[in-house]
Structures are given as C-alpha cells and as structure tokens.
T-cell receptor, first 113, second 111 residues
Framework: DVKVTQSSRYLVKRTGEKVFLECVQD?????MFWYRQDPGLGLRLIYF???????EKGDIPEGYSVSREKKERFSLILESASTNQTSMYLC????????????FGEGSRLTVL | GQQVMQIPQYQHVQEGEDFTTYCNSS?????IQWYKQRPGGHPVFLIQ?????EVKKQKRLTFQFGEAKKNSSLHITATQTTDVGTYFC???????????FGTGTRLKVLA
C-alpha cells in the first residue's frame, strides 16, 4: 500500500512565524501535490511537482513556497504565516500524469494565531 | 482558468433514499475522477472515467461521464449511513499535470 506521511497532524503558530509542512511518500511516485481544504471551498491546489527540483504553481500559490530536493519528500513552506492561512493542508501523490489516482496523507491542521 | 462547479453543496437524505451529485466544467475534460472523504478523514479515490458517455458501477454507486466530456455525475441508490461524507469530482484536462477538485457535495444520511 502507498503510504503518504505528513509530519504534523496539528500545529499552532503565531503570525509572522515560518512554517514547514513536510510530506514523505514511499512509493516512488513522480508527482506530488499540496492542497488546502476549507469549508465550502473544497480542495484548492497550492503547488505541485512532477519531478525532483521541479515545481509548478497551482491555483493559490500566494504566500507559499515549496521544496522538492528528493523524490520522496515534498515540503510546503509558509515564509511568514498569516491568520488567513489557518486551514487543513493535504499532501497527495500520484504515479501517472492526469490518469493516476491521488493518494492522500492524513492532513495537517494549521492554526495561525 | 478551468472552472468546476459541483452541485448540490449539501444534501440530507433519509436512509434508503437515492442521492446524486453533479460536476460541471466550463472546458472539455480528458478524464474525471471521483473521491470520497469521510468525516475527519482524507479523500479516497473511488473511480476514474475516461470515455465520452462512459458509465461505471460500483455496487450501489453509478458514475457517468457526459457525452461532451464536460460533466459527470455520481448516483447512489438506496443510501446507507456508511455513505456519509463529502464527494469530490476531480477533472483533468490534457496538457497539464494539475489535479483540481470540485467544491464537493456533503452528504448526510439520516437513519
């Protein structure tokens, strides 16, 4: 079974802090994704990566950056956290391009005070 | 950019009633996937549709892809309490690695 592990289930940070959310997968998948999920808005794509050191902006990249130094690890970075970034963050991986199913991690619930 | 509307946003049904959620795109799709997210859980893949007019069934769930490949539906026959959750469509268009999601339909089943 594919395992997608997110480093923290719950985080509480203060406005202005730098936040790292890490995601590790064990299935050698090329594609990795970061989404945020908010009530009524569904899942919105922040960034994705289709190869090591490659990254592409999703629909809401503002205020976020990512890092993919190794194939199995995809990190989401909030350089200066703000209260409107309080959300559930979901990491996902996929083998195929447009055709492979997404496998999700358990999610990281971030609260910014 | 691509717009994906999913309706309804919420649906409450009595156990045993049927349920349908619809996903509509402004652009022609390559394929569409459906996911289910249980309360407190993460989205889990249900199925993928690729062909125009395709219909697939999984027990009480019927998935359909429109002839023009711009819309899709998920129908549940005789809902059960285990069907509770949020159902998302995730359409893709050719030439992009992006997986985007509809806004989801939250289903509650009253016993």
């Amino acid at each position: 079974d594919v395992k997608v592990t997110q480093s923290s289930r719950y985080l509480v940070k203060r406005t202005g802090e730098k936040v790292f959310l890490e995601c590790v997968q064990d299935m050698d998948h090329e594609n990795m994704f970061w989404y945020r999920q908010d009530p009524g808005l569904g899942l919105r794509l922040i960034y994705f990566s289709y190869d090591v050191k490659m990254k592409e902006k999703g629909d809401i990249p503002e205020g976020y950056s990512v890092s993919r130094e190794k194939k199995e690890r995809f990190s989401l970075i909030l350089e200066s956290a703000s209260t409107n970034q309080t959300s559930m963050y979901l990491c996902a991986t996929a083998w195929g391009v447009n055709t492979g199913e997404l496998f999700f991690g358990e999610g990281s619930r971030l609260t910014v005070l | 950019g691509q717009q994906v509307m999913q309706i309804p946003q919420y649906q409450h049904v009595q156990e045993g009633e049927d349920f349908t959620t619809y996903c509509n795109s402004s652009t022609t799709l390559s394929n569409i996937q459906w996911y289910k997210q249980r309360p407190g859980g993460h989205p889990v893949f249900l199925i993928q549709l690729v062909k125009s007019g395709e219909v697939k069934k999984q027990k009480r769930l019927t998935f359909q892809f429109g002839e023009a490949k711009k819309n899709s539906s998920l129908h549940i026959t005789a809902t059960q309490t285990t069907d509770v959750g949020t159902y998302f469509c995730a359409p893709t268009t050719s030439g992009t690695y992006k997986y985007i999601f509809g806004t989801g339909t939250r289903l509650k089943v009253l016993a």
